[in-house]
């Protein structure tokens, strides 16, 4: 069945950037967009973007416009998310997810922390 | 774009219903037949539970119930049991491929 691996937890500077990888396996990668989910300590999720693996469209949510980019590599059916200028409140566990339609969002990834802190 | 609001908290003593309710406005949930149920236990990936303001995909139990009715759509858990103790996330297509999360309600099993 559809499944999604995401790289490691990851500790960064402020002013860093950081990539966390969202890796595919069980169906057609490029049939699916992926969408980009955070949640901060104590907070709730908070939508980030989608990328359109077969078109390369994508869409990001206003805040992170510019701060973050999302790629993928066909060729491993693995979706990227960058995002620069790491401040502390970037601290969170990041998402992907596979968006079967619009906002169905299944399976998710298992989830990466990303710690920034001096 | 807000989040849509929830209530922080919603409690229930096993085999009672509650509902959840996810307020937004006429440019989102007002508009949009796309709204997701997601249920979160801390630490785990969330896990979709209704979409499409009230499919239920495969797999996921029948207790588990979506509706909308104008700018606020409700999540409804029948029979509850120990193990829907989580935290519950709606989510929502605004326009222009951009979606927004619920601020999300505890649900305690009393």
């Known amino acids: 069945q559809a499944r999604l691996v995401q790289s490691g937890a990851e500790v960064k500077n402020p002013g860093a950037s950081l990539k966390v990888s969202c890796k595919a396996s069980?169906?057609?990668?490029?049939?699916?967009?992926i969408q980009w989910v955070r949640q901060a300590p104590g907070g709730g999720l908070e939508w980030m973007g989608w990328?359109?693996?077969?078109?390369?469209?994508?869409n990001y949510a206003q805040k992170f416009e510019g701060r973050v980019t999302l790629t993928w590599d066909t060729s491993t059916s693995t979706a990227y998310m960058e995002m620069t200028s790491l401040r502390s409140t970037d601290t969170a566990v990041y998402y992907c997810?596979?968006?079967?339609?619009?906002?169905?969002?299944?399976?998710w990834g298992q989830g990466t922390l990303v710690t920034v802190s001096s | 774009q807000s989040a849509l609001t929830q209530p922080a908290s919603v409690s229930g003593s096993p085999g009672q219903s509650i509902t959840i309710s996810c307020t937004g406005t006429s440019s989102d949930i007002g508009t949009y037949n796309y709204v997701s149920w997601y249920q979160h236990h801390p630490g785990k990936a969330p896990k979709v539970l209704i979409s499409e303001v009230s499919y239920r995909p495969s797999g996921v139990s029948n207790r588990f119930s979506g509706s909308k009715s104008g700018n606020t759509a409700s999540l409804t858990i029948s029979g509850l049991q120990p193990e829907d103790e989580a935290d519950y996330y709606c989510?929502?297509?605004?326009?222009?491929?951009?979606?927004?999360f619920g601020t999300g309600t505890k649900v305690t099993v009393l």
């Open positions: 990328i359109n693996p077969k078109h390369g469209g994508t």
């Open positions: 997810a596979r968006d079967r339609s619009v906002v169905w969002l299944d399976p």
């Open positions: 989510s929502s297509y605004i326009r222009f491929s951009t979606y927004v």
């Open positions: 069980g169906y057609t990668f490029s049939d699916y967009d």
